[in-house]
T-cell receptor
Framework: GENVEQHPSTLSVQEGDSAVIKCTYS??????FPWYKQELGKRPQLIID?????GEKKDQRIAVTLNKTAKHFSLHITETQPEDSAVYFC?????????????FGTGTRLTVIP | GAVVSQHPSRVICKSGTSVKIECRSL??????MFWYRQFPKQSLMLMAT?????????EQGVEKDKFLINHASLTLSTLTVTSAHPEDSSFYIC????????????FGPGTRLLVL
């Protein structure tokens, strides 16, 4: 099955700096890669996703890049703000018989220091 | 759009009792619902996948007789933790995916279960 690895597990940045979180996946059939933000005790919120037919996607301060050959994808947050502090999860999914199960990384706890 | 609710938000029960958790898609029809378990400071672990009107598919290591899943309609799935024990204490989160949302899953707010 799919194995998603995520690094780093914790990340602290100064407000205004950029943050980068990296994930790798094992199943070459994976074609959908969402990123979720989870604040303490709350539900994961989809912040951005990318499909395998594109290499990069941007939404304001958030961008995601995908390298299918190397099987890795990254989340980039620019001009970080204290409200960006949360746990971020990457995930990968492959359409197999309609299942489309998401396999999650282990999470990155991002702390933005004011 | 794509709102998923979950009830109750937290529950405390005695060991040996059963607890039912509801997951509802409020503004779309969820063809597939997923149940996850999350321990403190850990990732989401998929427990089972359910499609409306059919039996749930459980992940390896998840006891189907202990975690009963029913997906009776396109807007409601339930998870019943039977004969709960303290080790079942966890954060249970459902997610839902509609036919028009491709692979995107939208999560409920979660249910914190504490078994005494």
């Amino acid at each position: 099955g799919e194995n998603v690895e995520q690094h780093p597990s914790t990340l602290s940045v100064q407000e205004g700096d950029s943050a980068v979180i990296k994930c790798t996946y094992s199943d070459s059939a994976s074609n959908y890669f969402p990123w979720y933000k989870q604040e303490l005790g709350k539900r994961p919120q989809l912040i951005i996703d990318i499909r395998s037919n594109v290499g990069e996607k941007k939404d304001q301060r958030i961008a995601v890049t995908l390298n299918k050959t190397a099987k890795h994808f990254s989340l980039h947050i620019t001009e970080t703000q204290p409200e960006d502090s949360a746990v971020y999860f990457c995930a990968a999914s492959a359409a197999k018989g309609g299942a489309n199960n998401l396999f999650f990384g282990t999470g990155t706890r991002l702390t933005v220091i004011p | 759009g794509a709102v998923v609710s979950q009830h109750p938000s937290r529950v405390i029960c005695k060991s040996g009792t059963s607890v039912k958790i509801e997951c509802r898609s409020l503004d779309f029809q969820a063809t597939t619902m997923f149940w996850y378990r999350q321990f403190p400071k850990q990732s989401l672990m998929l427990m089972a996948t359910s499609n409306e009107g059919s039996k749930a598919t459980y992940e390896q290591g998840v006891e189907k007789d202990k975690f009963l899943i029913n997906h009776a309609s396109l807007t409601l799935s339930t998870l019943t933790v039977t004969s709960a024990h303290p080790e079942d204490s966890s954060f249970y989160i459902c997610s839902a995916r509609g036919a028009g949302y491709q692979e995107t899953q939208y999560f409920g707010p979660g249910t914190r279960l504490l078994v005494l």
